[in-house]
């Protein structure tokens, strides 16, 4: 649709009205879709920068590189995606048939990343890298963009969106919390060659085997256990505009409209900038900062108490406050905690590397964080339904797809640049390549990682945070956006959190 058509003017959807609430089955089988972004997540923010850097020896930077070029490929193919799946007339939906045929690619392309031929040189290892995180992304973009949508589409309710986006993060917490304990316990565990068992060559293989595996699985998974649910999705009732690049600019361009819409993305903009510069990095606290062998790593995994013990409250906070302010009070805790966690290590307040106490306490800060980050993203993702309806009533389209796949968009391209940079760090602060052992890296590049990754770069995360503030779509103004949307589908007004009678 043009920047001037009407919603009056908008093209109608369609969809099977659904009885009651959604049920807890639906909720489950739309939560296990979370399984396989959040291993990719994990595997490529922890490991692929350490695998090709510290194992097979090539430059920081150049690694960086194909990292950064793979991000800002799948930032691209995003509103690409979108626009095919929004606009897609199938008898399937427009989002099932993009996801069942991702599935077992995804995987495959994933387990290539950690294998490639022996006897490579380093720019051949470059390209490989290159070939196949841009393959992995773009099957993740083909399956992750209408997944995404269809946790939009589920429900129209204020509260059950929340609900929905609940099971989402449980998921992914669980995942994400049992995967590197498996990993650390048996697939790289210590050994007298390698204390540190995740500077070991021989587990990287293995670990990528069990990661692809849990990529396709559940991929597949969600797509079949939710395919019951196309009935319900909205469906275009007639598609006259066509697909092509113009269609995705213009799209996005729609989208942008909205102001709303607009600072949310710029707030994601700037986010990821940040995390994408000490997302790679992260693993290399863990192992030379607070010297955490796999031994240690995998205790991690309790951190998931925290975050389950956030799930419950995410309701109950919801009921009290406006969606803003819960996202700027975490954004504000979580920011300072970190910091001063490692403040209080160059302060010599934290026991010393090795000693037992200072596992429990860093594991015990995880706690919190993990339970901050949930509220945080379940938050945020019920915000980016919410923001659906409102371009709605402001134009016509909905545009689950696109609103989803302009975040990303928006948060890749420039995590992209974060990527990079994390490369240029390691490189000014001359931190050493090859280390078995973290005792073998200087002090000071131990030092300045900290100063750096810490403290400096977190730090800017007071912009975004700052932005929030001026997000305006509160409960009370969405109960109106929803009233409106009914009267003007000719369908009765249902109340925030009530559901049609059966």
Not at 367 to 390: F, P, R, T
Request: proline share 6%.
């Amino acid at each position: 649709m043009s920047a001037s058509t009407s919603p009056e003017q908008a093209p109608l959807y369609q969809r099977k009205e659904r009885d009651g609430p959604l049920s807890f089955s639906t909720k489950l089988y739309q939560g296990i879709g979370a399984i396989p972004d959040t291993i990719k997540n994990l595997v490529f923010n922890t490991f692929v920068l350490l695998f090709y850097n510290q194992i097979l020896g090539v430059e920081p930077v150049l690694v960086s590189v194909a990292l950064a070029i793979s991000v800002v490929f799948d930032a691209i193919t995003d509103p690409v995606v979108a626009t095919l799946s929004d606009h897609a007339v199938t008898r399937y939906g427009r989002r099932h048939p993009l996801m069942l045929i991702s599935a077992l690619p995804l995987g495959a392309c994933l387990y290539a990343v950690f294998v490639p031929p022996a006897g490579l040189s380093e720019m051949q290892l470059f390209g490989w890298l290159l070939a196949f995180t841009l393959l992995t992304r773009g099957f993740m973009t083909l399956y992750f963009v209408p997944w995404s949508a269809i946790a939009a589409e589920l429900s129209d309710d204020y509260f059950e969106r929340t609900s929905v986006m609940a099971f989402r993060f449980a998921v992914g917490w669980l995942v994400g919390g049992s995967f590197p304990l498996f990993v650390y316990t048996y697939i790289m565990p210590a050994t007298e060659a390698f204390p540190a068992g995740q500077l070991n060559p021989a587990g990287y293989a293995p670990m990528a085997l069990l990661a692809g595996c849990m990529l396709s699985a559940g991929a597949l998974a969600t797509t079949l256990l939710t395919w019951r649910e196309i009935p319900y999705l909205r469906q275009p009732a007639e598609d006259e505009q066509g697909f092509g690049l113009k269609q995705t600019l213009n799209d996005l361009k729609e989208a942008l409209r909205n102001p709303q819409y607009a600072l949310i993305f710029s707030i994601v903009l700037i986010s990821s900038a940040i995390a994408g510069t000490t997302a790679n990095l992260g693993i290399y606290m863990t192992t030379f900062f607070w010297g955490l062998t796999t031994e240690d790593l995998r205790w991690f995994a309790f951190i998931g108490f925290g975050a389950l013990a956030a799930f419950p409250l995410v309701a109950v906070i919801q009921k009290r406050w406006d969606k803003k302010h819960i996202l700027i009070t975490c954004s504000t805790v979580s920011l300072f905690e970190g910091i001063a966690l490692v403040t209080a290590r160059f302060m010599d307040l934290l026991p010393a590397n090795g000693d037992p106490m200072l596992l429990y306490i860093l594991i015990g800060f995880g706690n919190i964080a993990a339970a901050i980050a949930v509220v945080q993203g379940i938050i945020a993702a019920s915000i980016v339904a919410d923001l659906v309806d409102d371009q709605e009533l402001r134009t016509g389209l909905r545009q689950e797809g696109m609103f989803n796949a302009g975040l990303s968009f928006s948060g890749k391209a420039v995590s992209g640049l974060g990527t990079l940079m994390g490369g240029v760090i390691l490189t000014l602060i001359e931190f050493p390549e090859a280390a078995k052992d973290p005792d073998s890296v200087p002090a000071q590049s131990i030092r300045n990682l900290g100063i750096v990754v810490g403290v400096l770069v977190p730090l800017f995360y007071l912009i975004p945070i700052s932005l929030i503030s001026r997000y305006q779509i509160t409960r009370q103004r969405h109960a109106e956006i929803r009233r409106a949307l009914e009267i003007r589908n000719h369908r009765p007004h249902v109340p925030e959190g009530e559901s049609r009678p059966r």
